[in-house]
T-cell receptor, first 114, second 113 residues
Framework: DAGVIQSPRHEVTEMGQEVTLRCKPI?????LFWYRQTMMRGLELLIY????????DSGMPEDRFSAKMPNASFSTLKIQPSEPRDSAVYFC????????????FGPGTRLTVT | AQKVTQAQTEISVVEKEDVTLDCVYE???????LFWYKQPPSGELVFLIR??????QNEISGRYSWNFQKSTSSFNFTITASQVVDSAVYFC??????????FGKGTKLSVKP
């Protein structure tokens, strides 16, 4: 299996621009998670989906952030408008059905907002 | 509330030394899962081990071993005969009934030749 795929790997944008991060989970995995990693706050869960349905988005920092999962093989995380404090590494992860299974992470997208 | 504490921010050892990374967790759930992940300098997060709350048996995998003690709410990770390639940030994580993972702040391990 190819593992979790994220694109782009690096994104540099100017404040105020819209940013879209993309994720393809491992085939057959029913859970998809979006995390953000910063030096100050560590790894934070933003939102997760089960069978394409958002289950918990309490970690989404503001209305500027939105996430969708239109089908089992694709998810997006959008920031509009972006701000410098959004600069971080964004990870997507997926896991099989059930809480006992480990999450497999993508390589991450390093976002820099200037 | 659920919480994971990795008190050691950074550890530096010389190759071939043994090193233990500490992890203490808090949860009110009776069923939960503990994980260790490795984040090498390349940035990806690599799954190392999962342990459920009903299984306190220690586990060994090559040079890696894990000691789970419910009595002290700890899930410590030991690397025996460390190698330079073990240099990474190691995260302990807790997964409770809500399904999400709660990560500790991580311990940065530097193994010097």
């Amino acid at each position: 299996d190819a593992g979790v795929i994220q694109s782009p790997r690096h994104e540099v944008t100017e404040m105020g621009q819209e940013v879209t991060l993309r994720c393809k989970p491992i085939s057959g995995h029913d859970y998809l998670f979006w995390y953000r990693q910063t030096m100050m706050r560590g790894l934070e869960l933003l939102i997760y989906f089960n069978n394409n349905v958002p289950i918990d988005d309490s970690g989404m920092p503001e209305d500027r952030f939105s996430a969708k999962m239109p089908n089992a093989s694709f998810s997006t995380l959008k920031i509009q408008p972006s701000e410098p404090r959004d600069s971080a590494v964004y990870f997507c992860a997926s896991s099989q059905e059930g809480f006992l299974y480990e999450q497999y992470f993508g390589p991450g997208t390093r976002l820099t907002v200037t | 509330a659920q919480k994971v504490t990795q008190a050691q921010t950074e550890i530096s050892v010389v190759e071939k030394e043994d090193v233990t990374l500490d992890c203490v967790y808090e949860t009110r759930d009776t069923t939960y899962y503990l994980f260790w992940y490795k984040q090498p300098p390349s940035g990806e997060l690599v799954f190392l081990i999962r342990r459920n709350s009903f299984d306190e048996q220690n586990e060994i995998s090559g040079r890696y071993s894990w000691n789970f003690q419910k009595s002290t709410s700890s899930f410590n990770f030991t690397i025996t005969a460390s190698q330079v390639v073990d240099s990474a940030v190691y995260f302990c994580a807790l997964r409770g009934s809500q399904g999400n993972l709660i990560f500790g702040k991580g311990t940065k391990l530097s193994v010097k030749p």
